[in-house]
């Protein structure tokens, strides 16, 4: 009933927003919200739910933007095949360096996803006949049949489909038996294999879907913006995702997203304070870990519950 009602509210916000949103600058900044809140729901998933640190979950959004952008205009592909494709191939990757990578706890897993994401961030770069190198490469627009997605309107249907979709498997998996293994894992991977959790299993499965969670946020994006380069799987715009999960809150699905929408809208909250944007996020982040260090929503949440009760 609780996630029920919580996807509800998610739904009517979805629905009503673009409705009130007063013009198409702040509609843009809203599908670039969603489409990012999918890849930050995906790493929640991660560091949330199972209690992993990962500073390379851009490499896997870029995969996602490069893997369907190559496949349209090297090889034809339409989007509608080039973005499964994009995520099946991520998922084949995500699997095959799952295994070593997880056998690896705290900084050493941490300096492992940022050695991922530095490898794909080179490859990028140096691959320019794929890629186009450091100039990066036009993508052409999302084609459905004969119908192209060309006005912002469309965009935002879109994004706040794949949104609403990310959100219910997040919250279904917080909920079913496999959800509870991986929150078993956060608090102890020694208790968790006690009572016959099979940790290594479960890890690598919760790397698949962050991989396609993140690769489904890049393919959309690279096709809404028409244009990447290799900075989509730099290390700042990891540290920016794994950022919007501690700050919306960590094991918190709607604090994913709010942590997503905080850290997209900030930029252009400050633009006045030119200059000193980066103090200003600096500052707004200590603030949050200081009086709210389990993340805003979850604290929040605690708050109201103490106060009805």
Known sequence: MKHRTSLAAAAVVLVLLPFVLPNNYTLDIAIRIALAAVAVIGLNLLMGFAGQISIGHAAFVAVGAYGS????????????????????????????????????????????????????????????????????????????????????????????????????????????????????????????????????????????????????????????????????????????LATMVVLGGMSSTFGAVLGTALLTMLPQLVGGFHGYEAIIFGLVLMLTMMFMPKGLVPSIALRLKKRSG
């Open 69 to 240: 952008a190559i496949a349209a205009t090297r090889f034809g592909w339409t989007p509608l095949v080039s973005i499964p494709a994009a995520a099946v191939a991520s998922a084949v990757i995500a699997w095959l360096i799952a295994k070593p990578i997880l056998r690896l706890k705290g900084h050493s897993l941490t300096m492992a996803t940022l050695g991922l994401g530095v490898i794909v961030n080179i490859v990028l770069i140096n691959e320019v006949g794929w890629t186009g190198g450091p100039d990066g490469m036009a993508v052409p627009p999302l084609t459905m049949g004969s119908f192209t997605l060309q006005k912002l309107i469309h965009w935002y249907a879109v994004s706040a489909v794949v949104l609403f979709a990310a959100i219910v498997l997040s919250l279904n998996l917080f909920s079913s038996p496999a959800g509870r293994a991986l929150r078993g894992l956060h608090g102890s991977e020694y208790a968790a294999r006690v009572v016959g959790v099979d940790v290594s299993a479960f890890k690598v499965r919760v790397f698949i879907a962050l991989a396609v969670f993140a690769t489904v946020s890049g393919s959309l994006t690279a096709h809404y913006l028409a244009f990447i380069s290799p900075s989509m799987a730099s290390f700042a715009h990891s540290v920016e």
